[in-house]
């Protein structure tokens, strides 16, 4: 069993920054793929980033390309979303999500976080 807890959302500005955290608790961990998934009212939950415990990565070039960052401290096991130039078309509610092999599909995720609101006001 793998526990995610997010943190670090809230309300921003257009064109400021919010960092997320994700702490993941679990013996098995490091075995796991770590990520982040948006959903915006309305929408379907899209893919946003994810890392191995090597580091690897992997973004969703088209919609956060050159803005946001994904980070992992595999001694605390937490995994950082650093999220710059923020704009309203971001606001949605982001889960931390983890898998078995790096993924970019929801039906592949075995655990998922309660998520965390980002609102980005105009």
């Known amino acids: 069993q793998v526990q995610l807890v997010e943190s670090g959302g809230g309300l921003v500005q257009a064109g400021g920054s919010l960092r997320l955290s994700c702490a993941a608790s679990g013996r098995f961990v490091s075995n796991y793929a770590l990520g982040w998934f948006r959903q915006a009212p309305g929408k379907e939950r899209e893919f946003v980033a994810t890392i191995t415990w090597r580091g690897i990565s992997a973004y969703d070039e088209d919609s956060v390309k050159g803005r946001f960052a994904l980070s992992r401290d595999n001694a605390k096991n937490f995994v950082y979303l650093q999220m710059n130039s923020l704009k309203p078309e971001d606001t949605a509610v982001y889960y931390c999500?983890?898998?078995?092999?790096?993924?970019?599909?929801?039906?592949?995720?075995?655990?998922w976080g309660q998520g965390t609101q980002v609102t980005v006001s105009s």
């Open positions: 999500a983890a898998s078995r092999r790096t993924t970019r599909q929801v039906q592949d995720i075995d655990y």
